[in-house]
């Protein structure tokens, strides 16, 4: 089966459990919970910036290409 498209993306989902969660009484188990979010996030936006920045590079890529013929 397909998996199902979510209305909302990973990061905007993440970034709502996160206020959440940080909303509240600071316990170990929970501050372990926030850490693995935040890693989380991280790695979203990460993945969201590097993508990004290789569509630019490689259209810039493209457009001095036929330009050097």
Do not use: F, H, I, Y
Not at 2 to 29: M, N, Q
């Amino acid at each position: 089966m397909a998996k199902k498209t979510t209305s909302e993306s990973d990061e905007t989902r993440l970034k709502k459990k996160l206020a959440a969660k940080s909303t509240g009484d600071k316990d170990v188990k929970e501050s372990e919970a926030l850490r693995s979010l935040k890693k989380r996030l991280r790695r979203v936006q990460r993945k969201r910036r590097t993508l990004a920045l290789r569509k630019k590079n490689s259209a810039s890529k493209k457009a001095a290409a036929p330009a050097a013929k």
